[in-house]
């Protein structure tokens, strides 16, 4: 490898890294360096989780430690038989950059990952080691978020949790068929097994946190994956459910769904196209379906398109769903159950709060809805108000188009 200076290494990894969609740093611990003890801080003024308008976090140190790699993943422009410019850092290289980037204020933490060399033990190694030395070495209390290597020797994967806020594996594919055709090195047990393992470490750390106050955290932002959408066949429907059971199986706190992206030299077996953008924010709406509306994940599937398994772009899965099951509308703001007020569209969690609370006092009338939601043409076939209720408006054939935004044309040279 030519030598490299640690600037054009930072501009190879950090390049590498921005096809992984896995990075949002909320929810770990409130953890700072007031007092004068320590640098950096997971909390207060100065932290901001930023996205890029493709919907990927940018305020952390997203980078690899190597874009080398031993595997040939199909999907992955760092795959072995890809012909990129190849960089490596050294640990202490990624620790020093961590820490002039953060004294300059230009990141909260830390997003490492990495192609794997020589071995998945020496490679995990290294990523434990940037994250060792920042913590122990430097007193680093930023937010540190670690991708683990399913393969790796588990006290190894177990080390990246004690020094982690949180950290990752990619299940890579929504199906097992799909991982063995554009994955091959890679096998679904193992990488379930590492999943539950990092579960089950997780949550004795919590159990050990709970009885014993001095009992050292494990991984407080819990664990995260990421699913490539439209590389394979794998439907919407397909890929709802498979998230469904990674909550479920491993208590995560995130699946995310990143769009496959063609890249350079593609291999053959990869589909030419990326799927739209859509898509993937149709997904991230159905995940948000089951964790805070309620839905179960087949109630989701259902409504997608049974021809083809995938969820309309044009609308949210949300309104598909009530569109499709028209007979449970419309709804009693005055009356209705929570589960059945956050199935109505263009209710939010925050609008079904707020009826709840005020309902208890006196009636609600369609202005008060028109208050909580951004389009109250949309909610209005699908309740009723003490003043409005819908005439036959629930079984109108155009429905659809009566409720769906507006298409609106695009200016060509917006900016
Ligand atoms: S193991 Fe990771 S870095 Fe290596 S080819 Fe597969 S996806 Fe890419």
Redesign the pocket.
Known sequence: MAQLSVQDKLGILADAAKYDASCASSGTVKRNSAGGKGIGSTEGMGICHAYAPDGRCISLLKILLTNS?I???HY?I???SSNVRRARFTAKEVVDLTLSFYRRNYIEGLFLSS??IGSSDYTMEQIVEVARALREDHDFRGYIHLKTIPDADPALVEAAGRHADRVSINV?LPTERGLKRL?PE?SQPRIEGAMGAMHRAIEDGGDARRRYRSAPRFAPAGQSTQMIVGADSATDGDIVLRASQLYGRFGLRRVYYSAFSPIPEASAVLPLQRPPLMREHRLYQSDWLMRFYGYRPDEVAEAADPATGMLPLDIDPKLAWALKFRDRFPVDVNRAPREMLLRVPGLGVKAVNAILSTRRWRQLRIADIARLTVSVNKVRPFLIAADWRPVMLSDQADLRRFVSPRAEQLELFAA
């Open positions: 790699c595997f040939d993943c992955c760092n795959r072995k192609g794997i890579e994955a890679k």
